[in-house]
């Protein structure tokens, strides 16, 4: 393809005309996009399962409570996924750990369970989990309430969106773990409704895309709070300056386990379509998604306002979709992702903040309406779809040249 785009600028500003530097704007403080060749948007899957990874332990050599042992039975954990096979030990050991990993990795029990272990044996340590976004902080309480089940130990989550009365009340009983987005966690610091001194574990999800939403002052305040002689975990889908910066500054010595990023996208056959304007653009979406083997798909598109529009536009075509971006409160976030999840509708549009992280398995589709920022948000869409062995499928909008 004998062309490059600058990614920044939506197809549609484009057609309507002067788009660019309203957009630029808007994106200065998340840095402006980067130009990514259409041709890395096309690539044939080559493997429809993940690359075979022999586990070094099974869960049962690890000196967990037998509380947990049953709770992973239960879940039907069987075998230590790659990053827990190697953070597990470390984190054990009392080590810093720096996981380079995204979602869909396991990487939530591989900091969850050694951090349970430390509170069930420690009963005055505490730990803070701190993510970008409430869907993952809902998450990642999931996971703990799951694998925590029985042990007594209960935690606070601290979300945007959610009521301020039932989070303080959560936290004058003193919770263990306290998991929160940036925002909500700085706001309890301030008014001295949480008080960290004595958290000695701590963990930030998803750093990378922290940075990217802005929090890095906020997330540094929270982590002056914690308890200066405590163990960090810091997990990040990709690693860059910025992140390496954030994790120097608040690590010492830590093990630094990475999971072969490309493995998620290795499993999607990857795709552009080209359009000549928006109606055609809208037109060349609903004949994929009119086709019998598009079952469950996330339509990638930038800014609230335009997800909003193309789901409006999906909706008045016929076609069962939900929308999910920052815009929408947090009780209609999390319905329409339950929704989609449970296959009551088979479309989720979504911008990338609001879709970063989910933990949906059977996705077979990705559509990227808008194109990604960066390289690194692009996989991250992509790898969406194609997870647990099968093949999954992603198509990427470009404008006809
Ligand atoms: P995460 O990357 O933490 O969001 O986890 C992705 C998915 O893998 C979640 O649905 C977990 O419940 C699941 N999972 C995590 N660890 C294991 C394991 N050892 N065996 C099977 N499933 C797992």
Do not use: W
Not at 83 to 101: K, L, N, W
Request: contains cysteine; proline residues 4%; charged residues 25%.
């Amino acid at each position: 393809m004998p062309y490059v785009y600058r990614s920044s600028r939506a197809p549609s500003a484009r057609h309507r005309g002067g788009g660019r530097n309203k957009k630029q704007q808007r994106n200065k403080n998340r840095g402006a996009g980067q130009y990514i060749d259409p041709r890395r948007f096309v690539q044939v899957a080559t493997a429809a399962n993940e690359e075979a990874y022999n586990a070094k332990h099974s869960f049962s050599d690890f000196p967990f409570a037998k509380i947990l042992q049953d709770n992973l039975t239960s879940k039907g954990y069987e075998t230590p996924s790659p990053i827990q096979d190697q953070a597990i030990p470390a984190a054990i050991a009392g080590r810093d750990v720096i996981g380079i990993a995204s979602t869909g990795t396991g990487k939530t029990a591989a900091f969850a369970l050694p951090i349970l272990q430390r509170l069930i044996t420690e009963p005055k340590s505490a730990a803070l989990i701190v993510a970008p976004t409430r869907e993952l902080a809902q998450q990642i309480e999931q996971e703990c309430k799951e694998l925590a089940k029985g042990s007594g130990l209960f935690g606070a989550l601290l979300i945007g969106g959610s009521s301020m009365g039932a989070q303080l009340r959560d936290l004058r009983d003193k919770p263990r773990i306290v998991i929160g987005t940036p925002g909500r966690i700085k706001d309890h610091l301030q008014r001295g409704t949480l008080k960290l001194h004595n958290f000695n574990t701590v963990v930030l999800d998803e750093v990378d895309r922290m940075l990217d939403m802005g929090f890095v002052h906020d997330v540094t305040e929270i982590l002056k709070h914690a308890s200066s002689d405590r163990q960090s975990f810091f997990f990040s889908a990709t690693m860059d300056n910025r992140v390496r910066g954030l994790i120097e500054a608040f690590t010492s010595d830590p093990v630094s386990i990475a999971i072969k990023a490309s493995a998620t996208s290795d499993s999607v056959h990857q795709d552009v379509l080209e359009f000549q304007n928006s109606s055609d653009k809208i037109d060349k979406l609903h004949d994929l998604l009119i086709k019998n083997e598009v079952s469950k798909v996330i339509v990638f598109n930038e800014t609230q306002r335009n997800v909003e529009r193309l789901h409006r536009d999906l909706n008045d075509r016929g076609f069962k979709t939900e929308a999910i971006h920052g815009g929408k409160t947090q009780g209609q976030r999390q319905k329409a992702l339950s929704r989609f999840k449970n296959n009551q509708v088979p479309i989720l549009v979504a911008t990338d903040v609001a879709a970063r992280g989910l933990d949906v398995s059977d996705i077979t589709h990705v559509v990227n309406y808008s194109i990604p920022k960066t390289y690194d948000d692009y996989i991250h869409r992509v790898g969406r779809a194609g997870r647990a062995g099968q093949i999954g499928y992603a198509f990427t909008f470009v404008p006809q040249q």
